[in-house]
T-cell receptor, first 111, second 113 residues
Framework: GQQVMQIPQYQHVQEGEDFTTYCNSS?????IQWYKQRPGGHPVFLIQ?????EVKKQKRLTFQFGEAKKNSSLHITATQTTDVGTYFC???????????FGPGTSLSVIP | NAGVTQTPKFQVLKTGQSMTLQCAQD?????MSWYRQDPGMGLRLIHY???????DQGEVPNGYNVSRSTTEDFPLRLLSAAPSQTSVYFC????????????FGPGTRLTVT
């Protein structure tokens, strides 16, 4: 079945350092989504990528979708303590298909 | 709009008991899903529905039943609770297409002893 993997599992950074998490799917995806979950909270949608090679930015966050539509990355520039949480990618094979989440990358930011 | 609501917030069950986790949304979303979240495992899809009357299995459906009689409600039934079902359960809803933003409920923390 479809599998979505993420690395690293954990990342500890000093405030102001950059952070990147990588997402890989065993199958080609129609789109990929990214979510953030704060400790004790529920996942919150960040962005969706649809096109091969797509790059989107949200302030300090940069999202990329690979050319083969099987991998993606999230890069945070100059991390802040408000970035703390777990970042999940989630992939779909088609728009009406099941959404499969990766295991997430937990980010800690040391002030 | 209340968004996605889940009840109860916390529940303790004994092994073998059954119960229903409630999920409702007031956004007229077609797509609804149930996930369980365990430490280090991320969010695993239990069941999902693309519309009223239509349900399908996700990654970990065993031990759980769902039905979708209305657009608004998507209850999850535990038939005979087991300690392995101790987890945090999230319900989510969205309208398929682009964007495909899933809105999550606050979760139900279930402990099976």
């Amino acid at each position: 079945g479809q599998q979505v993997m993420q690395i690293p599992q954990y990342q500890h950074v000093q405030e102001g350092e950059d952070f990147t998490t990588y997402c890989n799917s065993s199958t080609t995806l129609s789109n990929i989504q990214w979510y953030k979950q704060r400790p004790g909270g529920h996942p919150v949608f960040l962005i969706q990528l649809v096109k091969s090679g797509e790059v989107k930015k949200q302030k300090r966050l940069t999202f990329q979708f690979g050319e083969a539509k099987k991998n993606s990355s999230l890069h945070i520039t100059a991390t802040q303590t408000t970035d703390v949480g777990t970042y999940f990618c989630a992939g779909l094979k088609t728009s009406y298909d099941k959404v499969i989440f990766g295991p997430g990358t937990s980010l800690s930011v040391i002030p | 709009n209340a968004g996605v609501t889940q009840t109860p917030k916390f529940q303790v069950l004994k092994t073998g008991q059954s119960m229903t986790l409630q999920c409702a949304q007031d956004m007229n979303h077609e797509y609804m899903s149930w996930y369980r979240q365990d430490p280090g495992m991320g969010l695993r899809l239990i069941h999902y529905s693309v519309g009223a009357g239509i349900t399908d299995q996700g990654e970990v459906p065993n031990g759980y039943n769902v039905s979708r009689s209305t657009t608004e409600d998507f209850p999850l039934r535990l038939l005979s609770a087991a300690p392995s079902q101790t987890s945090v359960y999230f319900c989510a809803s969205s309208t398929p297409g682009s964007p495909y933003e899933q809105y999550f409920g606050p979760g139900t923390r279930l402990t099976v002893t």
